[in-house]
C-alpha cells in the first residue's frame, strides 16, 4: 500500500487539473483520501499564477480559487517553488520528514 504521494508539476498541468481534467482529478483526490499523505510541488510562483502567466484561457481568479477549495475540500497542500532545482528539493525534503513520522511511529508502538 502507498502511503505517501507527492507530484511535481508545472502551472499549465495545475491549470489544466483545474478546468478540462477537473472531473479526473477530483477522482484521482478522492482515491488518495486513503493515503497518509499527499501534496503537491508546483514548478512557479504563486504570483505567476495570480497574474495568469500559463497557457489557457481560464481567468486567474478562477483558478486561484479552484487552488484553495482544492486545498481544503482534499487536504491538498501545494508547494510552490521557483524552480525545477528548488521543486526537487522539496519533494525530497517532504519526502525525507514523511520517513522521520513513519520512523517516530514505528518507535512509539515498539
Do not use: W
Request: aromatic fraction near 10%.
Amino acid at each position: 500500500m502507498r502511503n505517501i504521494i507527492i507530484e511535481m508539476t508545472s502551472f499549465d498541468d495545475l491549470v489544466g487539473y483545474l478546468t478540462q481534467g477537473r472531473d479526473r482529478f477530483k477522482r484521482e483526490l478522492f482515491k488518495g483520501r486513503a493515503l497518509n499523505h499527499l501534496a503537491l510541488v508546483i514548478e512557479g510562483n504563486l504570483s505567476d499564477l495570480a497574474e495568469g502567466h500559463y497557457h489557457s484561457q481560464a481567468l486567474p481568479k478562477a483558478i486561484i480559487q479552484s487552488r484553495l477549495a482544492f486545498s481544503i475540500r482534499y487536504r491538498l497542500p501545494m508547494f510552490f517553488c521557483e524552480s525545477r532545482k528548488y521543486a526537487e528539493r522539496v519533494t525530497e525534503s517532504l519526502l525525507c520528514k514523511f520517513a522521520r513520522e513513519i520512523e517516530k511511529q514505528a518507535k512509539a508502538l515498539a
